[in-house]
């Protein structure tokens, strides 16, 4: 069996539906079950009606409209995917769900807060509408196909930390197996909605910013899935940000460590939890293109995430970048000096990472700001001659992924060779994957990863890479 996921712009028109609708019609035979996110902009728009209402009186104008408006919008889009004979189940699912909706906006009201479990309860209504909707589109049972609806509070468990919440899987596994088993046994299609769990007691909590994928993830670990296919609106994993770079490549494959490291250095796919659950449970994670017209029965499409592949042409895969970063420069003297440098690193890892390093000066990016306070005075400490540490903010790090960084030292060489200019140092880092990191000013990132893309991929966006 596989988990095929699809992303909010894969279900927020009718066609879009119809489409998807297709594609899961087309891979019956590998017996699916649907993870789906909520319809575009959905998210985004719950919580600015929830913040208006939190905003109270003046603002609840605003939220009663973001409200309507949705509600409008999910009509329009169900009523024209869903079979006449299923209107009047979908009117009283969207009845339920928005009514259920306004308590929690009163709610917000009457608190005159938003509280981040308040956030998660308004949030999850995305996921709740667009996935029962997919499975009333879905269910067709003059053609045999049944698609019952799976309610994510149900199965994924979580612990309480809401917006971010950690699925608790010795609870969720067994509880996925249950509600899904049965039903792909019999041959339907379950349909369940992504980013969205509960804790034990059955209160509501999402994933965090692009949990759907992630969800998937777990579901296809859960079930022992031959592939967790992800579907979304470019080729597969690009060797850089299409949106930055328009010549960018499909990636063919890569490993769980390098799309761990994609995932943590800026590249918005996959969510980087998704890598996770799969390598743990050895289920690869296939990306594909709902938009493209060679839809995937093993024909090589997409970028396939796995095990590492030994006839992979060596290279680097990916570049990706994430503003945010503040260089740190310390100077200071002494023979424990860079040894007490190393020290602070290691305490504050992750957020830490090094990058440069001379006789009386050490250079580090710090991409988290939560802790740079402490971790300044902890630096400002080392060596003889203290105090002196200087931040540079505004800046970006530009990361160059490829487990063949740690085999092929002539590569790792060339690559650093490639990027020379950039500001300051270079050292090959990674957590997940070798990778080699620069520093740029946040506002020439676009422009360097772009002229780094050239250098290394060139011009020919036909040609997959890996
Ligand atoms: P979905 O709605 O399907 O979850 P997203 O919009 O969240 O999809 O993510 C897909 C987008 O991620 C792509 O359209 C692309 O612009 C962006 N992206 C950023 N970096 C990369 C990359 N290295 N490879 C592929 N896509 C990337
Ligand atoms: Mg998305």
């Known amino acids: 069996m596989i988990v095929m996921k699809f992303g909010g712009s894969s279900v927020d028109s009718p066609g879009s539906i119809e489409r998807v609708v297709g594609i899961v019609r087309s891979l019956l035979d590998r017996r699916p079950v649907v993870v789906v996110s909520a319809m575009s902009k959905t998210t985004r728009r719950l919580l600015r009606c929830a913040d208006a209402a939190a905003a109270g009186d003046l603002d609840l104008p605003k939220a009663n409209a973001i409200l309507n408006e949705l509600r409008e919008f999910h009509w329009h889009v169900a009523h024209a995917v869903v079979e006449p004979a299923g209107h009047s189940v979908l009117k009283a699912m969207l009845d339920r769900y928005f009514g259920e909706l306004r308590a929690q906006i009163d709610e917000i009201v ?49 612990d309480d930390s809401f917006n971010r919440a950690k699925p608790i899987y010795e609870e969720t596994e067994p509880r996925m197996r249950r509600a899904f088993l049965p039903h792909i046994e019999a041959g339907r299609v379950p349909v369940v909605g992504g980013y969205v769990g509960a804790t034990r007691d059955g209160i509501t909590t999402t994933l965090g910013k692009e949990g759907s994928d992630f969800s998937a993830a777990i579901v296809g670990a859960a079930l022992g899935a031959d592939e967790v296919q992800i579907w979304t609106d470019v080729d597969g994993m690009m060797t850089a ?8 490549r499909r990636i063919r494959t890569l490993s769980f460590g390098e799309g761990l490291e994609l995932a943590c250095s800026g590249a918005k796919k996959p969510h ?151 500001e300051p140092r270079l050292v090959t880092a990674g957590t997940a994957a070798p990778c080699i990191r620069c520093l740029v000013s946040e506002e020439s990132a676009p422009d360097a990863v772009a002229l780094l893309h050239e250098k290394i991929f060139g011009h020919r966006p036909e040609e997959p890479v890996g």
Request: net charge negative; charged share 25%.
């Open 110 to 158: 009457k608190a005159g807060r938003l509280s981040a479990r308040a956030a998660d309860a308004v949030a999850s209504f995305g996921e709740l509408l667009s996935s029962a909707i997919l499975s009333l589109a879905l269910d067709r049972p003059e053609d045999g196909i049944e698609a019952p609806w799976i309610d994510c509070r149900q199965v994924l468990i979580t």
């Open 241 to 248: 940000d299409p949106r930055c770079v328009p010549d960018a």
């Open 272 to 422: 980087w939890g998704t890598l996770g659950p799969a390598s743990r449970a050895d289920v690869p994670i296939h990306i594909l293109n709902s938009w493209s017209p060679h839809l995937d029965r093993g024909t090589g499409e997409g970028t396939l995430i796995g095990r590492r592949d030994p006839t992979a042409q060596p290279g680097i895969k990916s570049i990706s970048w994430r503003p945010h970063a503040r260089r740190i420069t310390v100077r200071g003297e002494g023979p424990d000096f860079q040894n007490e440098v190393f020290a602070v690193c290691e305490r504050y890892r992750p957020s830490l990472m090094m990058i440069g390093v001379g006789p009386e000066e050490v250079e580090i990016a710090v991409d988290q700001e939560d802790r740079l306070f402490e971790i300044r005075a902890a630096l400002a400490h080392c060596g003889r001659s203290t105090g002196e540490v200087h931040v540079t903010s505004g800046r970006a790090v530009v990361s160059l992924v490829s487990d063949d960084l740690a085999t092929h030292p002539e590569l790792a060489e060339r690559t650093l060779a490639l990027a020379e200019g950039a």
